[in-house]
Nanobody
Framework: QVQLVESGGGLVQAGGSLRLSCAASQRTFGLYGMGWFRQAPGKEREFVAALSASGGIIGYADSVKGRFTISRDNAKNTLYLQMNSLKPEDTAVYYC?????????????????WGQGTQVTVSS
């Protein structure tokens, strides 16, 4: 069982930046494909960014491409999401997810492990 704990959310003005972190409990973190998803009130959970176990394959949702950067530090068992040029429509609860995946995946259903989420609020 892998436990994931997100941190770094908060309130920021439009145009600002935040860096989310996701700490994993397992030393086998380096074997897991990881992703970030978000869910706004009244909406379904949606893909934001993901990367393969090695970090060599990365994907982004079109809505965040060029503004967000996903990365991982396997030595620290930690996943990151650097969010720049934030917009009010980025407001959501952000979730970290992981799974024993062959590569980067965009589908919510592909991930077996989820964090509790961290709130990101962008004011206009």
């Amino acid at each position: 069982q892998v436990q994931l704990v997100e941190s770094g959310g908060g309130l920021v003005q439009a145009g600002g930046s935040l860096r989310l972190s996701c700490a994993a409990s397992q030393r086998t973190f380096g074997l897991y494909g990881m992703g970030w998803f978000r869910q706004a009130p009244g909406k379904e959970r949606e893909f934001v960014a993901a990367l393969s176990a090695s970090g060599g394959i990365i994907g982004y949702a079109d809505s965040v491409k060029g503004r967000f950067t996903i990365s991982r530090d396997n030595a620290k068992n930690t996943l990151y999401l650097q969010m720049n040029s934030l917009k009010p429509e980025d407001t959501a609860v952000y979730y970290c997810a992981g799974g024993r995946l062959a590569s980067m995946r965009r589908d919510v259903g592909e991930y077996a492990y989820w964090g509790q989420g961290t709130q990101v609020t962008v004011s206009s």
